[in-house]
T-cell receptor, first 111, second 116 residues
Framework: KAGVTQTPRYLIKTRGQQVTLSCSPI?????VSWYQQTPGQGLQFLFE???????NKGNFPGRFSGRQFSNSRSEMNVSTLELGDSALYLC??????????FGQGTRLTVV | AQSVTQPDIHITVSEGASLELRCNYS??????LFWYVQSPGQGLQLLLK??????LVQGIKGFEAEFKRSQSSFNLRKPSVHWSDAAEYFC??????????????FGKGTHLIIQP
């Protein structure tokens, strides 16, 4: 069974740009969550989607958004990038009631 | 609000020695607790989880953890570490059973160094 796939693995963007990250969950998993990992703040929960609906949201500004498609694949978007958005973005999927499986992450660098 | 504290930022252990990583949590209801491991450049791998029942839980790679409600702790242990155990370890508390990834709160992590 394929694991959680995140694309791209690495990304460099300029301040003010926007970026879209993608996450393909494990087949059959309907819950997808996103986390931001930085050296200073550690791992912080962004939001969770289940069956195309945002079910839970962390404490991040509105520049961070996401969506989930009918096949459970999810994207997150960050608009008007700031230097502080540089981080490892992790996606996790679960069957909702099962173990959370994390992808390898997307390393975003904002210059 | 829920929170997780991992008091040790770095721990150095000799190969073959025993290991204990500390985790304290704050949570308003019955906590669901997890330990994850992260190797450089990798995502998080679940080592073990506690939902209810036996307070000593066994995980993968020879790890175990003990839930102590009176101390609000969930310490991770391994009787004999291997060089491949060098990694970052995260304790987390969640609001939903089964390890669902909605709203896990993580500690800051403990960096484990293994000395030959």
């Amino acid at each position: 069974k394929a694991g959680v796939t995140q694309t791209p693995r690495y990304l460099i963007k300029t301040r003010g740009q926007q970026v879209t990250l993608s996450c393909s969950p494990i087949s059959g998993h309907r819950s997808v969550s996103w986390y931001q990992q930085t050296p200073g703040q550690g791992l912080q929960f962004l939001f969770e989607y289940f069956s195309e609906t945002q079910r839970n949201k962390g404490n991040f500004p509105g520049r961070f958004s996401g969506r989930q498609f009918s096949n459970s694949r999810s994207e997150m978007n960050v608009s008007t990038l700031e230097l502080g958005d540089s981080a490892l973005y992790l996606c996790a999927s679960s069957p909702d009631g099962g173990q959370a499986f994390f992808g390898q992450g997307t390393r975003l660098t904002v210059v | 609000a829920q929170s997780v504290t991992q008091p040790d930022i770095h721990i150095t252990v000799s190969e073959g020695a025993s290991l204990e990583l500390r985790c304290n949590y704050s949570y308003g209801a019955t906590p669901y607790l997890f330990w994850y491991v992260q190797s450089p450049g990798q995502g998080l791998q679940l080592l073990l989880k506690y939902f209810s029942g036996d307070t000593l839980v066994q995980g993968i790679k020879g790890f175990e953890a003990e839930f102590k409600r009176s101390q609000s702790s969930f310490n991770l242990r391994k009787p004999s570490v291997h060089w491949s155990d060098a990694a970052e370890y995260f304790c987390a508390v969640g609001a939903r059973s089964g390890g669902g990834a909605d709203g896990l709160t993580f500690g800051k992590g403990t960096h484990l160094i293994i000395q030959p």
